[in-house]
């Protein structure tokens, strides 16, 4: 059927049928990116940052000291069994097995390894050096942490005066009876000097995630200690004293956080120009690893006793 457009009625009545010219669209307007933007995804960024180096700090920390103490136990085994630590003379060196400290009253047994850095901690209890060792006259002094790696010195202030422990080592099994427990301040007389008596000194921070003082045990050795070999004079760095931690380390960190950093814009730009699949599987493993590497120098920072 065909359409009749009916004729004008006036003059100046025109009727146009033609199809009216659609209107361009134009392209939007890029977004401008404001600084508080930003702000808020860098501060989203470390928040995220801060989550994963807690979750590393209170959890994967154990992990790793387990291992650890694993490995110390080991060593020490191969050490009594080639009669090296059986020797009185033996001295052990930094990162070596020292012996095994045993708590019955906080269920603690766990080795001790010569050397009392924060990176010698995250192993096990740490033997100050330059201190007799365990079961000899003296002064023998054992730094531990308190809330990460392992935490082998979170309970220490539930002992109380009478209570045993013991230490084994390749010259024998030495038992001792707790005679005090404190808090040493700053300015307050130092407990990791030298006694004329055969004494074990443990220490941790006081209070637990911070170490601006020291909780201290000394025990006193029940029995007659093993010969004390003639001792050359050691140079003990204050990184080694449990009150801060090794400032050498603010490098290590610096360097991996800022490879990782690299690794997530390198991931970000995959992302973008290839895909997200490859961006992941490029950059995701290598971040984490760096990651790892960034807390794991960061730790070094913390005192040796946290």
């Known amino acids: 059927m065909t359409s009749v457009i009916p004729a004008p009625t006036a003059p100046d009545a025109v009727v146009d049928v033609r199809d009216k010219p659609k209107t361009p669209v134009s392209a939007p307007a890029p977004r401008s990116v404001s600084a508080r933007r930003i702000a808020g995804k860098v501060f989203l960024a470390l928040g995220f940052v801060l989550a994963l180096f807690l979750v590393f700090e209170f959890a994967v920390t154990n992990l790793m000291y387990d291992r650890s103490q694993a490995l110390l136990q080991k060593d020490l085994q191969a050490l009594v069994a080639s009669r090296e630590a059986t020797s009185l003379d033996w001295v052990p060196q930094q990162g070596q097995p020292v012996g095994v400290l045993t708590i019955p009253k906080i269920g603690l047994s766990s080795v001790i390894v010569q050397g009392s850095s924060a990176s010698m901690t995250e192993q096990g209890p740490g033997h100050l050096r330059g201190t007799?060792?365990?079961?000899?006259?003296?002064?023998?002094?054992i730094l531990g942490r308190r809330a990460t790696y392992g935490a082998p010195f979170e309970n220490l202030d539930q002992l109380l005066p009478g209570d045993p422990l013991t230490v084994a080592t390749g010259a024998g099994e030495f038992t001792y009876l707790v005679q005090n427990v404190s808090i040493v301040r700053p300015g307050d007389p130092d407990v990791v000097g030298p006694s004329y008596d055969s004494?074990?000194?443990?220490?941790?921070?006081?209070?637990?995630?911070?170490?601006?003082?020291?909780?201290?045990?000394?025990?006193?050795?029940?029995?007659?200690p093993a010969p004390q070999p003639t001792m050359a004079a050691v140079a003990v760095a204050p990184t080694e004293l449990g009150i801060q931690g090794e400032p050498s380390a603010i490098g290590g960190v610096l360097l991996w956080a800022e490879l990782a950093v690299i690794a997530v814009i390198t991931g970000v730009w995959l992302r973008r120009r290839v895909s997200r699949r490859v961006a992941w599987l490029l950059t995701a493993p290598l971040a984490l690893a760096l990651i790892w590497a960034a807390f794991t120098a960061a730790d070094r920072l913390l005192p040796s006793t946290v």
Do not use: F
Not at 200 to 205: D, G, N, P, V
Not at 212 to 224: C, D, E, I, P, S
């Open 132 to 141: 007799p060792m365990p079961g000899r006259l003296g002064n023998s002094v």
């Open 199 to 224: 004494r074990l000194t443990l220490i941790t921070s006081s209070p637990k995630y911070l170490a601006t003082g020291r909780y201290v045990v000394t025990a006193v050795l029940k029995g007659l």
